[in-house]
Every structure is written in structure tokens, then in C-alpha cells.
């Protein structure tokens, strides 16, 4: 389903509250990522390291362009509900959206912006079923949001309270530019599916 967008205020961010939370291990991280396949122009730059020290319980594997040497990805693994909240995912709407029916719209989470709410719908269904929006994103640091660029983001929950989750940049659209293709980032995903699938329950 093509994104949906509207227009959000910054209170309407503020009242849109996660509700996720749990324990997970560093060696369950790296599991995570082990023997990973990933695309031939993809360089693994950080494999399944500690976010930082502002966001506990939350690792995260890094990929850069070969070609640019550029960042244009990360997959993570996290229980930490800031993070969550920090990257734009929220669990509820306003009821008075029209596309906040979540069974009409098999809207499993949404991704927020500070220009939209974009709705995240299945991904991929098998070996696992996650949610994904591409929506608006700003590559630069400055102190204005532009939406220069096309971010496509994915989340699975594992266990209850622990989430996998991915950010990568698929386009500038100032430069009209591809940064990475949707079919790597969802090759990347089935992968992660299976490991998820094949290994034993906690």
C-alpha cells in the first residue's frame, strides 16, 4: 500500500506513546547477524554494537556504501522503549484517521516525521510477517528538517518487548540519486526471518 501522509503537529507527536519493553543479550545480537548475506555493494561497517549509551539494550549493525563510503543502513535489536519512541515509531493514531483502522488497512505500526505519519503495513509475510513504510527522512545534521531523501523502515517484533528494527536510505530525491534497493533490504530481512525461525524458543 502506497504511504499515506498527513500533516503532524508536534503535540500530536507527543501524544503518540509506544508501549514496548524486555531483556536481550549481546550474544543474542550477534547471533542475529551471524553468517548474514549481504549485497556486493553493502560494506558491514559495525556488526551488532551498542547503539550508544543513551539507548541500553540496543544493538545495532551498520552498513556503508563500497562505492561512496557513505552510511546507508542499520539493523537493530532493541527493547528500549526511548529508542523506539526516538526513531518514530508509534503504536497508536487518533481514532479520527480514516486509515487508523488497523484491520482495514493491516496496519501493524506507524512511522512518524516531523512533516508525517506514515502507516506500516506487511513487508514481507514469510518465514516471518514485519511492517514497513518508506517515508520522508532528513540525511543531514542541521537545525531545520528538509525531506530531502526516501527512508524505508521495517520493524518485527521477536518476543514481546523485543524488537527488531531497520532504517536505510533508498533515495536523495534532491539529486533523484538511489542510495539502495528495496529487494536487498528485503533479501536482508528473509534472512533474518529464517535464523529467527530455525533457532530455539527463549
Known sequence: MQAIKILVFPCLLMSIQPAFSQVITLAEATELMRDVNIPITWRLAKSMKQQNRNYPN??????????????????????NNEY???????DEVPEEEDWADRTRYEVGYWRATPLSIYPMTPFILKPIKNYAADSDCYMEDGPV??????CHNALYEMRKG???????????????????????IKALWIQIGNKIKNKPSH
Open 58 to 79: 540496543t544493538y545495532c549493525a551498520i552498513f556503508h556504501s563500497k562505492l561512496t563510503k557513505q552510511w546507508i543502513g542499520k539493523l537493530c535489536l532493541t527493547t
Open 162 to 184: 523485543v524488537f527488531i528494527y531497520s532504517l536505510f536510505h533508498l533515495s536523495d530525491d534532491v539529486k533523484r540519486k538511489q542510495i539502495t534497493k528495496l529487494a536487498d
Open 84 to 90: 523506539i519512541s526516538d526513531v518514530g515509531i508509534r
Open 145 to 150: 528538517y528538509r525531506a530531502t531523501s526516501t
